[in-house]
């Protein structure tokens, strides 16, 4: 499986305001996410954010949702992002793989990551870029996605992926993203 920006979109699951405090690599998290969107962005491909129980959760934090552009949070309350009919609609029909980045890594992340696999889309999880409260379900959940077909991967790999090659005349601008 190859990265190609027309065959792609990015989904940020739950980077919000009450959760990111609870996971210990939180900021670390949130700095690579904001790479994906970048990276994202200067590529043209769909980016589509969560928010689990905003109402109680708090909003997407601050320095990820001003890089989404003209978009409003998919609100559910499902865990699995997939059991919410806006995200699925949201996707763009030539989309055929899905990077994944957010929060929870065993809970929200895992069960939008198995729903995606079961409906036949290729999914790449930036393993820098998902977090959970605690290491041992973020461990396992990594293991158990990989074993389950999803390809792991990081934000530096996948943003190269997306550019391909030095001769893209995005790669300037990408260069900088990966300086961060």
Known sequence: ??????????????????????????????TE?????????LFN????????YPKGLGPTVASIATKIM?????EK???SCCG???????????????????????ICVAQTVLDMLRLGFRVC????????????????????LEGS???LSTTEAILFELCATAENPAFKKMQRLVAK
């Open 1 to 30: 499986m190859r990265l190609t920006p027309s065959h792609t979109a990015l989904c940020v699951i739950d980077v919000q305001e009450k959760l990111i405090p609870t996971i210990p690599t939180g900021q670390h998290l949130i």
């Open 33 to 41: 996410c904001c790479r994906l969107i970048e990276t994202a962005n």
């Open 45 to 52: 491909t769909p980016v589509l954010f969560t928010e689990q």
């Open 70 to 74: 003209h978009q409003s949070a998919i």
């Open 77 to 79: 309350l499902s865990f």
């Open 84 to 106: 919410t009919p806006t995200f699925l609609d949201q996707i763009p029909q030539d989309v055929e793989t899905l990077v994944v980045c957010g929060i929870e890594t065993h």
């Open 125 to 144: 999880i930036a393993v820098d870029a998902v977090g959970s409260r605690h290491e041992h379900d973020h461990a396992v959940a990594l293991r158990r």
């Open 149 to 151: 077909g999803a390809v």
